[in-house]
């Protein structure tokens, strides 16, 4: 990331010339990604319990929703999830949802 070192003592690249090495990535780096074990388990929860009552509130906010039902889905996600991010992401999880709900009809 910092500029190459041009081997003279002032400057803004100062200092001796030396290669850049590519450092191992930290298992810190790793955190918060999804596993095939959680997601295996999430998934079988889904289909074992199905929605909740808020989600399915906003299921049916998409599915009868007009022009503005995104905003009005995500403002209403960010209630009750208490962020901007939780709420993105609990809105695109629903459409994903309601999509296969529709494919499974369709066909």
Do not use: W
Request: with cysteine; glycine share 10%; proline share 2%.
């Amino acid at each position: 990331l910092t500029m190459a070192r041009s081997g003279i003592a002032q400057g803004a690249n100062k200092g001796h010339v030396t290669e850049q090495r590519e450092r191992a990535a930290r298992p810190s780096r790793s955190r918060g990604k999804l596993g095939k074990r959680t997601a295996l388990c999430r998934e079988i929860a889904r289909e074992v319990a199905g929605l909740s009552p808020y989600e399915r509130r906003i299921l049916d906010m998409i599915k009868t929703g007009g022009s503005s039902a995104d905003k009005r889905v995500y403002k209403f996600a960010k209630r009750r999830l208490g962020s901007h991010k939780r709420a993105v992401a609990k809105r695109e999880d629903i459409k994903a949802v309601n999509s296969k709900m529709r494919a499974k009809q369709a066909g």
